[in-house]
């Protein structure tokens, strides 16, 4: 992992949106190893400058991310036949799993609640800009309960789309309260623990748990997932229950891939899918890349 710690949005949401620029940039032309200098003019900086600033902000340099987004590294660990869950389930939710060193609590709302459809639970949500574009986050009172991403000037469909989940909630804007769990997930804000708020049906929870147990900078298949959870020929229910998670990243379905490597769908755009993907393996895996960028 890197020793650069990333600064959080509220230091300079700015920069956050040049960062997010990018990554979509080099995501949409790894093929092309983009050189340093048209990664840095997308972004408005130097390249210089822009090294620094992204090697801060994103926790990798501009090299190691580009030198991951071919997804070879996911490609290698499923061509060798090998479950990369059994050794992080052994070790259940206080395994290796987390995000960086962010300590969660999860609480799962009840069947009979959740029937509801958010009837009586009060939901603040914001948006704040993050390494994958804009990110929406969305806490009960007793904690985060929705993370999704957009682009700018999406912001009402993001909202729009998590308020679909649960459409009898009661939704208040609470921009502060936004800002403040991203910088939380995102930055350096990690001293104390993140509570998460599952709101799903028990099938999706246990899904979503399931996700929670793999590494970062480790991938499975939907079979493999499907196995761990002892229903083999659930593949479909558990894709499902995968397309359907509310606080994306933390609980990382973007770590679920085809049965051959190859990315599939993804809630919020593959190609966000593979910059996540790309900044993970980057963090986890430090090797020399063949990329142009220095």
């Given at each position: 992992?890197?020793?650069?710690?990333?600064?959080?949005p509220?230091?300079?949401?700015?920069?956050?949106?040049?960062?997010?620029?990018?990554?979509?940039?080099?995501?949409?032309?790894?093929?092309?190893?983009?050189?340093?200098?048209?990664?840095?003019?997308?972004?408005?900086?130097?390249?210089?400058?822009?090294?620094?600033?992204?090697?801060?902000?994103?926790?990798?340099?501009?090299?190691?991310?580009?030198?991951?987004l071919?997804?070879?590294?996911?490609?290698?660990?499923?061509?060798?036949?090998?479950?990369?869950?059994?050794?992080?389930l052994?070790c259940?939710?206080?395994?290796?799993?987390?995000l960086?060193?962010?300590?969660?609590?999860?609480?799962?709302m009840?069947?009979?609640?959740?029937?509801?459809a958010?009837?009586?639970?009060?939901?603040?949500?914001?948006?704040?800009?993050?390494?994958?574009?804009?990110?929406?986050?969305?806490?009960?009172?007793?904690?985060v309960?929705?993370?999704?991403?957009g682009?700018?000037?999406?912001?009402?469909?993001?909202?729009?789309?998590?308020?679909?989940?649960?459409?009898?909630?009661?939704?208040?804007r609470?921009?502060?309260?936004?800002?403040?769990?991203?910088?939380?997930?995102?930055?350096?804000?990690?001293?104390?623990?993140?509570?998460?708020?599952?709101?799903?049906?028990?099938?999706?929870?246990?899904?979503?748990?399931?996700?929670?147990?793999?590494?970062?900078?480790?991938?499975?298949t939907?079979g493999?997932?499907?196995?761990?959870?002892?229903?083999?020929?659930?593949?479909?229910?558990?894709?499902?229950?995968?397309?359907?998670?509310?606080i994306?990243w933390?609980?990382?379905?973007?770590r679920?891939?085809?049965?051959?490597?190859?990315?599939t769908?993804y809630?919020?755009?593959?190609?966000?899918?593979?910059?996540?993907?790309?900044?993970?393996?980057a963090?986890?895996?430090?090797?020399?890349?063949?990329s142009?960028?220095?």
């Amino acid at each position: 992992m890197s020793d650069v710690l990333p600064m959080t949005p509220r230091e300079g949401s700015a920069d956050w949106r040049r960062m997010a620029r990018a990554i979509r940039y080099l995501s949409d032309h790894y093929q092309d190893q983009p050189n340093l200098e048209e990664a840095a003019r997308i972004s408005g900086l130097s390249a210089f400058h822009f090294q620094r600033v992204f090697t801060r902000y994103v926790g990798v340099s501009p090299k190691s991310f580009v030198g991951h987004l071919t997804l070879d590294h996911a490609k290698r660990e499923l061509a060798l036949g090998s479950s990369v869950l059994d050794a992080a389930l052994e070790c259940g939710l206080s395994g290796p799993s987390r995000l960086h060193d962010l300590c969660l609590k999860i609480e799962a709302m009840t069947p009979g609640d959740y029937a509801k459809a958010g009837a009586g639970v009060a939901i603040d949500y914001g948006f704040a800009p993050c390494p994958f574009g804009i990110a929406i986050v969305m806490a009960t009172d007793k904690g985060v309960c929705g993370l999704g991403f957009g682009d700018e000037g999406e912001e009402e469909a993001i909202l729009a789309d998590m308020k679909s989940r649960w459409p009898r909630a009661d939704y208040r804007r609470n921009q502060k309260r936004a800002v403040e769990i991203a910088g939380r997930i995102f930055g350096a804000e990690k001293s104390r623990a993140l509570r998460l708020v599952l709101m799903g049906t028990p099938w999706q929870i246990k899904v979503w748990e399931a996700l929670l147990a793999i590494p970062e900078g480790k991938f499975t298949t939907y079979g493999a997932l499907a196995q761990t959870l002892d229903n083999p020929n659930a593949s479909r229910a558990v894709g499902a229950a995968v397309g359907k998670n509310p606080i994306s990243w933390i609980i990382p379905c973007h770590r679920v891939l085809g049965s051959s490597g190859a990315l599939t769908g993804y809630h919020w755009g593959v190609a966000r899918k593979r910059a996540m993907l790309a900044v993970e393996a980057a963090r986890a895996d430090q090797r020399p890349s063949t990329s142009a960028i220095a």
